[in-house]
Nanobody, 126 residues
Framework: QVQPVESGGGLVQAGGSLTLSCTASGRTFSSYHMGWFRQAPGKGREFVAAISLSGGRTDYAESVEGRFTISRDSAKITVYLQMNSLKPEDTAVYYC???????????????????WGQGTQVTVSS
């Protein structure tokens, strides 16, 4: 069992950049595929990006493709979400999540992830 812990959220102007980090409290993510999700006020939780256990595959929501980059360090301790060209509609609480099993086919579904962080707020001002 692993407990993700997010950090790096904050307030940024439109067009700016921010990097979120996710670490495993007391452990590593070496056995897990990882994902980032977000939830804006009054909306449901939506998929943002995912990375496979090996780091060899990444996937993105269409709304962030080309602007966001998910990565993980070689020690499998930290997962990052680099966010560039931020827009006001990116404002949300961002969650890091971990899952086991087959990567392909379910990386975009929050139901497939067993372990979730508490979230970090990202606010983009216009």
């Amino acid at each position: 069992q692993v407990q993700p812990v997010e950090s790096g959220g904050g307030l940024v102007q439109a067009g700016g950049s921010l990097t979120l980090s996710c670490t495993a409290s007391g452990r590593t993510f070496s056995s897990y595929h990882m994902g980032w999700f977000r939830q804006a006020p009054g909306k449901g939780r939506e998929f943002v990006a995912a990375i496979s256990l090996s780091g060899g595959r990444t996937d993105y929501a269409e709304s962030v493709e080309g602007r966001f980059t998910i990565s993980r360090d070689s020690a499998k301790i930290t997962v990052y979400l680099q966010m560039n060209s931020l827009k006001p509609e990116d404002t949300a609480v961002y969650y890091c999540a971990a899952r086991v099993g087959t990567y392909i086919g379910r990386y975009y579904s929050d139901l497939a992830y067993s372990y979730w962080g508490q979230g970090t707020q990202v606010t983009v001002s216009s």
